[in-house]
């Protein structure tokens, strides 16, 4: 059963639109770093390019933009086991469009496996979406105006003066390469936070068949 349901549709559906802008809210609240549309599309703009780059055919893409663009409405309801409720969630609203189970399945999974701390890469739009989402690392995210009352969170994100996720010239490894300003955030307090979500993007990337890089300020770090 093909599906009428695209990235675009949803984008244009108000009720996915209001629970990506409430939980992002919620978030808001809590002192989180920006989780609304300019991180969903760009997790969605990475996912996209990577399995486009892999060769993986359209639908596949459409279907890892669409996951991308709904995997954080579970914040809406807590910031704890996000991934799970917004994959709950996600079932009802693309179920009630009358999309086939088996693209239900492939999104929610995803959905459901892109927090570092419960996730696994199981198939290759899951892998893309948590590549995609945890090397969303830049300073427009950090809401925060006083530098003087940043954590260790608002300080990491801010110091990244220039991010860039890419294939490698052989396309064997997904490379994020940063600039950082450690006067402002030093590398070993970036891997402070990191380091689970880094390692994550090793084991999706690997699941898809390729090695994943960080290069910081020039260096190779992993």
Do not use: W
Request: net charge negative; hydrophobic share 45%; with cysteine.
């Amino acid at each position: 059963m093909a599906s009428t349901v695209t990235y675009k549709y949803i984008k244009q559906n108000p009720d996915i639109m209001e629970y990506i802008r409430r939980a992002d809210k919620a978030l808001e609240a809590q002192g989180y770093t920006e989780h609304s549309f300019a991180h969903v599309e760009k997790v969605a703009s990475s996912a996209a390019m990577i399995l486009e780059t892999l060769g993986f055919d359209e639908r596949t893409v459409e279907l890892a933009r669409i996951a991308a663009m709904m995997h954080d409405i579970g914040n809406v309801i807590n910031r704890i086991d996000h991934a799970q409720s917004g994959a709950v969630m996600a079932f009802r609203l693309l179920d009630n469009l009358d999309m086939p189970a088996s693209e239900i399945c492939s999104i929610i999974s995803a959905i459901g496996n892109h927090d570092e701390g419960t996730g696994l890469p199981l198939d290759p739009i899951s892998a893309a979406l948590i590549i995609g989402d945890k090397t969303d690392v830049r300073r427009s995210r950090v809401r925060n105006t006083d530098m003087l009352t940043f954590d260790i969170h608002d300080r990491v994100n801010y110091a990244v003066v220039s991010s860039k996720l890419r294939f490698n010239d052989s396309k064997t490894s997904i490379v994020l390469e940063l600039e950082i300003d450690t006067e402002i955030s030093s590398v070993l307090e970036y891997f402070e936070i990191f380091m689970k979500r880094m390692l994550l993007c090793r084991r999706a990337a690997e699941f898809l068949g390729v090695k994943f890089e960080m290069l910081i300020n020039g260096g190779r770090i992993l």
